[in-house]
C-alpha cells in the first residue's frame, strides 16, 4: 500500500512555487490508480515524490508500512529497486540496443549473465519485441520503444510502476495497445500502477480509482464511475 500523508512541495529558485500543498492519498496493492490534471497541476512532482526523485518539502511518504522519508540516500535506492518508473519520451540509452537497455538494471544490480540473458528474454516476450532485440531505439516506433521502456522497469521485479505521461507521445491506437499491455502487466503479475496523465480516455480506459489534481491540491477522487458519472 502507498501512503501519502499531507505532502507539500516547494521549489525554492528566484520565486518560491508551491508545487503540492497538503495532498494525502492512499493507493490499494493490485490497483491502478490514475493522478488527472492540467499541465503544471503538480502531476509530475507527486509521481516523483513517491519514489522520492522529488523529496517532499512535508509530509510523510509510506510504502508497506515504511516511511521513505526517513531513509537515507543508500537506503532510498535499495527501495527504488522495487519501485518501476517509465516516462512520456521513453529515455532509452540511444547506444544500447534493445536488450542492453532492458539488461541495464540488471547490470548495475551486479546479476549474473545467465540471470540476465534469462530475465530479458522473458521480458521481451512479455512485451512481445523478441524481433527487435538488437535494434536500437531509433530503429523503433513509439510504442516499440515504451515497450521496451516498460520491460526495463520490470526488470527489477517491482511491486509498483509509475507511468509519468507514458502514451501522451503516442497516437491514438498506439496508446491503447500500450494501455492494454499495462492492464495485462496488472492483471498477470499483480502491480500496483500509479499513472499520471492530462487524458480523460487513459484513466476510463484503465483506472480502477482516480484523484483530480489542481493547483497542488486534489480536488476531487474515488472510483472512476463515480468522480465521471456526469
Ligand atoms: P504537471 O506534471 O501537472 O505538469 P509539475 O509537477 O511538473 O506539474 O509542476 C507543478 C508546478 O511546479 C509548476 O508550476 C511547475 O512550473 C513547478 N515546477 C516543477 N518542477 C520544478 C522545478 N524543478 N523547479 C521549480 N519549479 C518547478
Ligand atoms: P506504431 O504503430 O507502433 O507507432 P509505426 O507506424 O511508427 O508503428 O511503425 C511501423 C513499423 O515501422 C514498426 O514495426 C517499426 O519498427 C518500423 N519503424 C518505425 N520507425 C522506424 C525507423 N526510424 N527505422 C526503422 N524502422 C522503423
Known sequence: MI?????????????KVNALKGISLTIEDGEIFGIIGKSGA??????????????????????????????????????????????????LLSSRTVFDNI??????????????QKKVSDLLELVQLTDRKYNYPAQLSGGQKQRVGIARALAGD????????????????TTKSILELLQDINKRLGITIVLITHEMSVIKDICHRVAVIEGGVIKESGRVVDVFSN
Request: include cysteine; aromatic fraction near 4%.
Open 3 to 15: 501512503q501519502l500523508e499531507n505532502i507539500t512541495k516547494t521549489y525554492s529558485g528566484k520565486a
Open 158 to 173: 517491482p511491486k509498483i510502476l509509475l507511468c509519468d505521461e507514458a502514451t501522451s507521445a503516442l497516437d491514438p491506437q
Open 42 to 91: 503538480g502531476k509530475s512532482t507527486l509521481v516523483r515524490c513517491i519514489n522520492m526523485l522529488e523529496k517532499p518539502t512535508e509530509g510523510k511518504v509510506i510504502i508497506d508500512d515504511k516511511d521513505l522519508t526517513l531513509l537515507s540516500e543508500a537506503q532510498l535506492r535499495e527501495e527504488r529497486k522495487h519501485i518501476g518508473m517509465i516516462f512520456q519520451h521513453f529515455n
Open 103 to 116: 539488461a541495464f538494471p540488471l547490470e548495475l544490480a551486479g546479476a549474473s549473465k545467465e540471470a540476465i
